[in-house]
């Protein structure tokens, strides 16, 4: 049986939360791979801790992170975890936001190996 983790309601999407949850290099390097990528993205740890030099607890932080500022949706399946980027959503609430954060030059090399394996 799969359930929903906790996130905020689309009136709830906060922009300060959001540009906040973005700041780390790691976590824009995550949404820029997940926005440009297939959905739900492949969100175990070992895949991150690889391509990003990550130790499973920060990756762990990271998503929660995204999740909890309402940029992601979780949903756990057993053990795993399906995460997508909430763009419908952000896009209703700041439209044009998210393809101004993360379309742009990030760490390309990081992006590649983790979107195309």
Same mark, same amino acid.
């Given at each position: 049986?799969?359930?929903?983790?906790?996130?905020?309601?689309?009136?709830?999407?906060?922009?300060?939360?959001?540009?906040?949850?973005?700041?780390?290099?790691?976590?824009?390097?995550?949404?820029?791979?997940?926005?440009?990528?297939?959905? &739900?993205?492949?969100?175990?740890?070992?895949?991150?801790?690889?391509?990003?030099?990550?130790?499973?607890?920060?990756?762990?932080?990271?998503?929660?992170?995204?999740?909890?500022?309402?940029?992601?949706?979780?949903?756990?399946?057993?053990?795993?975890?399906?995460?997508?980027?909430?763009?419908?959503?952000?896009?209703?609430?700041? &439209?044009?936001?998210?393809?101004?954060?993360?379309?742009?030059?990030?760490?390309?090399?990081?992006?590649?190996?983790?979107?195309?394996?």
């Amino acid at each position: 049986m799969s359930r929903k983790l906790p996130e905020p309601s689309v009136d709830d999407l906060d922009l300060t939360t959001i540009l906040g949850a973005l700041v780390d290099p790691a976590r824009r390097t995550i949404m820029a791979v997940m926005y440009q990528g297939p959905e &739900p993205f492949d969100c175990s740890a070992s895949t991150w801790c690889a391509n990003l030099g990550l130790t499973p607890p920060t990756v762990s932080h990271h998503f929660r992170t995204l999740r909890e500022a309402g940029l992601t949706r979780t949903v756990v399946d057993g053990r795993t975890r399906n995460v997508r980027v909430r763009k419908e959503d952000v896009e209703k609430r700041f &439209p044009g936001l998210l393809d101004a954060l993360l379309t742009h030059e990030h760490d390309t090399d990081a992006i590649n190996r983790l979107i195309k394996p």
